[in-house]
């Protein structure tokens, strides 16, 4: 048993060093101020600083009374107009300035959108001069139509451009633009501050648990999201290709836009002429629509994109708090492991400390109390720290105490009995008592039941029968029993002897008496010290433990009743002298004295 609980006392030693180390590697690094730190170096890329919005939101998140709400509305409409004022002055100066392109990528669509502004430009005088022309002839449509629907189609084309050098991360001022677009639909959608959710508690074990495998599903989830935003970017990357080399490779585009513009390098003049205006006007529409729909396929690629690098920093905050989690688990762990530490340290120093005492009576039963109320009170301390303590479910925990209350009435009533069994005047194992008309000496002392080695009859010799009787602790509380024992164990015997008729029976009484007195002298001095010494806190009369003789008539002679103190174990012994005594006084010769 003892190398069992070596065995057990290292293993838990072990496994608390591996969470002490496994804490210590999952403290916390630093994750929280870095993905704050790359947030707010992703702002400051933008020329906007939102963080006095980000600030006045949090603090807004925590007002509870009014006069604090109404400060932290005032807070948020100051901080939201200084960021519009910061938009106004980044877009400004993204207007003002024009990037170097730093990849060939980027240059070409530089120069495209540049080419496409100028075309979009000689439209938009030559629709003003076809107008003019028009009006002063007064003659119909003379081609404006067609003209605005190539200005469309150019427009577009300008947009879808544009879409694309901002989507490459080279048009400043389209990225400012669609960033204060998401800003006030933001600040449109949340027009009065909410609380911000506050996660659920982890200081239990169980909570930690929950809280690790809820962060880990989400962190699942976070990554199927991230790669479906992913995915969608893609797929609508490819569709916009697609469509773009469609419509690049069409000469309609080309023929029209030389028509329009009167480029003869495009096409033929005579094929132009040939081209119905109507058809021309239709195809330049559906071109048009066509360019609308690469600006829009741009527009939901960024979305895309900048969803899959939200799901990504969420992701990342997410195993951070998991991480966080994990160390507080470890902690938890190492607690418990050290509370076992703990209480197999002292079981073993209760152990060691009870051998040392020199009254073995009680020593199992106090050892039994120290290591119990030490078990209890570490095992109390560890569902403690696995599940906290009851602060739910009241009521159903007090129906259910009712019931098991109810259901354990019996052991209830025993486990009680046995704390008045285990105080001062209770019993101790080698005490003499009678419980249920059963006497014996007390041999065990349990949480449940008390066992006594069954004796014979007080008037027999007492002899052990044998038998063991085991008694449930409930007639401690419930019911009664006699105590036979005092200090030194003592109690009152008798023994009856017969005196012939002839002769002085009070001369043989008192010789009796006085041989009864010699006997148990020692026995009767001390018996007297150990009640003067229990009743005296109680203020009762003293009481004599000298023998007392009494005669009584009976057939044949006298009857001759000597009482006389001893202890319990030592009953039959003393009897056994007194008789040797006796017989020997009634058998001397008449007119010898005792001697």
């Known amino acids: 048993m003892g190398r069992v609980k070596n065995l057990l006392g290292w293993v838990v030693t072990a496994l608390l060093l591996v969470c002490v180390v496994a804490w210590y590697f999952t403290r916390d690094t630093g994750s929280n101020r870095i993905t704050a730190k790359k947030l707010a170096e992703t702002s400051r890329s933008l020329s906007t600083d939102r963080r006095l919005l980000q600030s006045a939101r949090q603090m807004a998140s925590v007002a509870d009374t009014t006069d604090e709400q109404a400060l932290a509305a005032e807070a948020l409409r100051l901080a939201d107009h200084e960021l519009d004022q910061a938009f106004a002055s980044a877009l400004r100066e993204a207007a003002a300035t024009t990037p170097p392109a730093t990849s060939a990528p980027q240059r070409a669509l530089t120069d495209r959108i540049a080419q496409l502004k100028k075309r979009v430009a000689v439209e938009q005088a030559r629709i003003a001069k076809l107008t003019q022309d028009a009006a002063a002839k007064g003659s119909g449509d003379n081609g404006v139509e067609l003209a605005k629907a190539q200005l469309a189609l150019e427009e577009d084309e300008l947009e879808d451009a544009q879409q694309d050098l901002a989507r490459q991360g080279g048009d400043q001022h389209a990225t400012l633009e669609r960033a204060l677009q998401e800003h006030e639909q933001a600040q449109h959608e949340a027009a009065q501050p909410t609380k911000t959710p506050v996660a659920g508690p982890t200081a239990t074990i169980s909570a930690q648990i929950g809280s690790w495998l809820s962060l880990g599903d989400r962190q699942g989830q976070l990554e199927a999201a991230r790669e479906q935003a992913g995915n969608n970017a893609a797929k609508l990357g490819r569709e916009h290709d697609t469509l773009e080399k469609l419509i690049t490779n069409k000469p309609v585009a080309d023929a029209g836009a030389a028509a329009a513009t009167g480029d003869a390098s495009g096409t033929n003049e005579d094929d132009t002429e040939e081209e119905d205006p109507a058809a021309m006007l239709a195809r330049l529409r559906h071109l048009s629509d066509q360019r609308k729909t690469l600006a829009e396929l741009d527009k939901r690629i960024q979305d895309s994109q900048q969803l899959a690098d939200v799901y990504k920093r969420w992701n990342a905050l997410v ?252 009953r039959s012994e003393v009897k056994s002298r007194l008789f040797e005594a006796i017989v020997g006084l009634l058998h001397k010769p008449a007119g010898t004295s005792a001697s």
């Open 319 to 570: 195993e951070t708090r998991q991480r966080g989690v994990l160390h507080l688990l470890l902690g938890s762990l190492a607690a418990v492991l050290g509370i076992l530490i703990a209480v197999i340290l002292i079981d073993r120093g209760i152990h060691r400390a009870f051998v040392r005492l020199a009254d073995h009576k009680r020593l199992h039963q106090m050892r039994v109390v120290a290591t119990i109320g030490v078990q209890f009170i570490g095992a109390l301390l560890i569902l403690l720290i696995i599940f906290g303590p009851p602060n739910q479910m009241t009521t159903i925990i007090g129906l259910a105490t009712a019931g098991l209350t109810v259901a354990l009435k019996d052991f209830i009533v025993a486990f009680f009995g046995w704390f008045a069994l285990m105080g001062r005047n209770g019993l101790r194992v080698g005490d003499w008592v009678e419980i249920n008309g059963v006497s014996g000496e007390v041999i065990e002392i349990g949480l449940i039941r008390t066992v006594l080695l069954e004796m014979g009859n007080w008037a027999t010799t007492g002899h052990p029968t044998g038998r063991r009787v085991a008694f449930v602790n409930s007639f401690a509380i419930e019911g009664h029993y006699f105590n036979f024992s005092t200090a030194g164990q003592w109690l009152w015997d008798e023994l009856q002897v017969t005196l012939p008729a002839a002769g002085d029976p009070y001369q043989t009484a008192q010789q009796i008496r006085q041989a009864v007195e010699r006997v148990t002298e020692t026995d009767a001095t001390a018996a007297q010290q150990d009640w003067e010494r229990v009743t005296k806190p109680y203020g009762m009369r003293l009481f004599s433990a000298k023998p007392a003789v009494d005669l009584r008539p009976g057939i044949g002679g006298l009857n001759l009743i000597v009482r006389y103190i001893t202890r319990a174990p030592q």
